[in-house]
């Protein structure tokens, strides 16, 4: 826990939980729901538990060290951007453009797409990594090949390999064909639902 | 009795042609062996509490007086060496038909916090409490500490051979007080693709101060760490994007770029605060099997993990029950009832964690400690450490002890600056702190379990063969019941008193277990002990049952009722689990607020554990998907027979009844 005195107060009183998952704008519980109401719902996607919805307008992107979620937003041509709620170093934000579920190379800053936890309500993050495992650790370069993504880690231990998908290309399609895949136990998209804070 | 005598007097026969007694004089056989480590002078041994043996050099030595056939031999130390300490092993025995070389004497060059040259040291009270303030405006009570010194000056140990990652937002490598400490070239940055995870963030890192916690070097400058000859790996996981191979990597997944496959103990000062069940990734969990089960040559790396400083409430969107929300440390209103659940972080519920409470300089639950029964121990982790004087207005716990650690080098960045009021004279720069490497406001779960972690490094130190789950069990065995007294937060619903959080309980095993400790503080010179004399293997082989689910059951959970749902059962055979090490459960209900919902679990030797407590921050979340709770209280018990669940409406937000649609349990144990 760490915290500054000239927060302590808030911290203590209005928002003493001193660790959160997520970090939004103030709003109610019932403020969100209505704003989740309002959202386009794209392509269903199975992560690894749970089931997702494609949110064809909200994007996410990384914010440099010092940057501001709106700096960042403002840095890849989206300043009109509406911000949604930060995951860390991941802004997730609203725009009047909707996109596949691809992730977007924008004057050298990836954009990824956002999901919605169909249970939960929570937002995620697609990555554009893709979490396998092959039956055979030898088809790893093959599957990567025959599937047109670029094959990354593999960790033998787990018998899981990390691919990318290539970007511009749809992530929702990619995870479902590797997902019928015979040469694979289990496939799904990495989605960055919560992180982790110092507690 | 015969037989012996006639063994003794044909050996001592024979004896008198070849094999000598190590002295004319001497009848019998001599008993001796090796010292090691010798340095000071003034060391004398001693056998069955007679016959002073001065030892002036390493090597071999033996008493000069015998002992005979069949009797028995006690080495002892009779006065340590100027500046050491000397401890026996292999020292006391049955003579056989031979001279006893086997006595190990180890001298080492212990010390104490009380004459650390480190000039913080006799201010970090979570090493050595002697009610003082730690820069703080009072001070807690005398004796409350982790038990270290005897450890320190009975053993010198200080963690030598261990290596700990600090998996968090970062670690000044270059720091006066840890560098000597970190792994040349072993920590890695993911922001960067290079060994340096020194933060750039200028308000701040965390991981530098729990860094100090583990590893602070004795070297005449700010404090100590528990384990001040530890060797640091630092992983900015937190500062990152937290992909899954980030956390693979960081947590031994991973031999090169970085390097956390020689990791010993990862200290996870981390965690999330869901408002609503979630499982957990099974990567994460495929991660931390490999870990506990490859790492470490086999016996398996330790995984400290925080429990949560939720206690008061979660945040911005948590929902704390109403009736569970008035909780403050401004206005000092407590209920006793934790808005988090140990077991709403999916991490903490698997077998393969140590989960760690934090208390205050008082030896009571610090003031926003999350509670549950997936905690393991306990271990300081502070109040607040203000000076009323730079910062009036709250209560007093405020201005009692925080941790006294490592900050970002330098005023103008870090915790404590000389630009800002950062609500200590101590953090401001004030002396001794003018150069403002150090801070005293660290607290939180984040600075137990680094506590926990370096204890584990002494532990480790003093005995390399445990496994993750011997260590454990030391933890459990010898952990200090504290606030032995605190009575169970009871609540009155319809029908009756609802004990919604326990007090301190006994399970079957004799173990104590409390949902806000574990089974207690750490108490490192306990576990030391023990870990010296540990008999390895006593834990057979790690098993689990297997889920055993109930099926659909759809049983009504009353509303507001101290009756709770009609008891549900679920049988668990006698094999493969014959002693409990972890139960698992998991719950499917329907109810619109599951913050209203208590569960608890009583075993086949009726110990009743409640796993998530009634009025928490789930408040504002409808229904529970099979949400996975895990609970220590019934460590050593038989798993064999009837496990009977009960959920409990607490009426926290809502009046409606619910239901309870299914559960299942897995134990975990050999």
């Not at chain 1, 990318?164 to 997902?179: M, N, P, Y």
């Not at chain 2, 209920?335 to 393969?352: I, Q, V």
């Not at chain 2, 889920?547 to 709770?564: E, F, H, K």
């Not at chain 2, 099979?626 to 038989?638: Q, T």
Request: overall charge neutral.
């Amino acid at each position: 826990m760490n915290i500054r005195i000239v927060a302590l107060y808030l911290v203590l009183v209005a928002t003493p939980g001193l660790g959160q998952e997520s970090r939004e704008p103030a709003q109610s519980a019932a403020e969100r729901a209505a704003m989740l109401d309002t959202l386009q719902r794209g392509k269903p996607i199975k992560g690894s538990r749970e089931q997702y919805r494609h949110l064809p307008e909200v994007f996410a992107v990384a914010r440099g060290a010092k940057e501001t979620p709106q700096e960042a937003i403002a840095r890849i041509g989206a300043a009109d951007g509406q911000l949604l709620e930060i995951k860390g170093r991941l802004a997730l934000f609203r725009s009047a453009r909707q996109k596949a579920a691809s992730v977007e190379g924008i004057g050298g800053s990836a954009v990824y797409p956002v999901v919605l936890n169909s249970r939960t309500g929570t937002l995620g993050v697609l990555t554009g990594t893709l979490v396998v495992k092959p039956k055979s650790m030898a088809d790893a370069a093959l599957i990567a090949n025959s599937r047109g993504l670029e094959k990354g880690k593999e960790y033998p231990q787990l018998q899981t390999v990390f691919y990318r998908v290539k970007v511009g290309a749809d992530i929702a399609d990619a995870a479902a064909a590797l997902q019928t895949d015979p040469r694979i136990e289990s496939a799904y998209p990495e989605i960055i639902e919560y992180v982790r804070l110092p507690k | 009795m015969k037989t012996r005598l006639g063994a003794a007097l044909l050996i001592a026969a024979a004896c008198l042609a070849g094999c000598g007694y190590g002295g004319a004089s001497a009848p019998g056989f001599t008993i001796g062996g090796t010292v090691s480590g010798l340095t000071g002078t003034g060391l004398e041994l001693r056998n069955n509490g007679a016959g002073n043996l001065p030892i002036g050099a390493n090597g071999a030595f033996a008493f000069a007086a015998g002992v005979l056939v069949g009797s028995s031999y006690s080495v002892t130390v009779f006065a340590q060496p100027s500046g050491q300490t000397c401890t026996v092993t292999s020292g006391s025995g049955t003579v056989g038909s031979a001279n006893v070389t086997t006595v190990n004497v180890t001298c080492v060059n212990g010390f104490s916090i009380a004459t650390a040259s480190d000039p913080l040291a006799l201010q970090q009270w979570h090493l050595r409490n002697t009610g003082q303030a730690a820069f703080a405006d009072s001070g807690g009570v005398a004796g409350m500490d982790i038990n270290v010194d005897p450890v320190f000056s009975g053993f010198g140990f200080a963690g030598v051979g261990v290596t700990v990652a600090v998996v968090d937002s970062g670690l000044e490598i270059a720091h006066e007080d840890l560098a000597a400490n970190v792994v040349p070239g072993g920590s890695w940055n993911f922001l960067n693709g290079t060994t340096d995870p020194t933060n750039t963030a200028t308000d701040g890192d965390h991981g530098t101060s729990v860094a100090g916690l583990i590893a602070m070097a004795r070297n005449s400058v700010g404090g100590i760490g528990v384990a001040p000859s530890a060797r640091l790996k630092g992983f900015n996981f937190l500062s990152s994007t937290q992909t899954e191979q980030i956390f693979i990597d960081s947590l031994g997944g991973s031999t090169a770029n970085p390097n956390s496959s020689d990791v010993f103990v990862f200290n996870q000062s981390f965690g999330i605060s869901p408002t609503n069940d979630i499982l957990i990734d099974p990567m994460d969990e495929a991660q931390y099997l490999a870990g506990v089960t490859s790492l470490r040559g086999g016996k398996g790396a330790l995984y400290v993990k925080a429990a949560g400083n939720g206690f008061l409430d979660m945040g911005v969107r948590g929902n704390c029950a109403a009736a569970n929300a008035t909780q403050s440390v401004v206005s000092g209103t407590f209920t006793g009832l934790s808005c988090e659940n140990a077991n709403f972080d999916p991490h903490n519920t698997l077998p393969y964690q140590i989960v760690t409470g934090a208390i205050n300089a008082s030896g009571v639950r610090a003031s926003y400690s999350t509670a549950g029964s997936a905690i393991w121990v306990s271990a300081p982790g502070g109040e607040f450490g203000r000076n009323a004087a730079l910062d009036p207005g709250f209560i007093s716990l405020v201005y009692s002890p925080a941790m006294v650690t490592t900050d970002q080098s330098g005023c103008a960045i870090g915790d404590s600056t000389n630009t800002v009021n950062n609500g200590s004279a101590f953090d401001n720069g004030g002396a001794p702190n003018a150069a403002c490497n150090y801070r005293n406001g660290m607290n939180g779960t984040s600075s137990a379990t680094p506590v926990t972690v370096g204890t584990i490094a002494l532990i480790l130190e003093a005995n390399p063969a445990l496994t993750w789950r011997d260590v454990k069990h030391i933890l459990a065995s010898t952990a200090r019941q504290i606030d032995a007294a605190r009575a169970a937060v009871n609540i009155a619903l319809t029908g009756g008193i609802y004990v919604a959080e326990p007090a301190w309980l006994t399970n079957a095993a004799g173990f104590k277990f409390h949902n806000w400790y574990g089974f207690g503080l750490v108490d490192a010179s306990a576990a030391v002990n023990l870990a010296r004399t540990y008999p390895l293997g006593q834990l057979g082989t790690f098993a689990n049952t297997g889920l055993i689910s109930s099926g659909a059951i759809n049983i009504a959970i009353p509303d507001n009722s101290v009756t709770g749902s009609a008891p549900s059962t679920l049988t668990v055979p006698t094999n493969p689990v014959h002693v409990i090490e972890a139960v698992q459960i998991s719950v499917t209900a329907t109810h619109p607020a599951i913050g209203d919902l208590g569960i608890e679990l009583k075993s086949p030797s009726n110990t009743t554990s409640v796993l998530k407590n009634i009025r928490d921050g789930f408040a504002g979340s409808a229904n529970l998907s099979g949400m996975v709770l895990l609970s220590n209280a019934f460590y050593g018990e038989n798993p064999a027979g009837v496990w009977t669940i009960k959920v409990v409406d607490g009426s926290g937000v809502n009046t409606t009844a619910g239901t309870l649609t299914g559960w299942s349990i897995r134990i975990y144990g050999h």
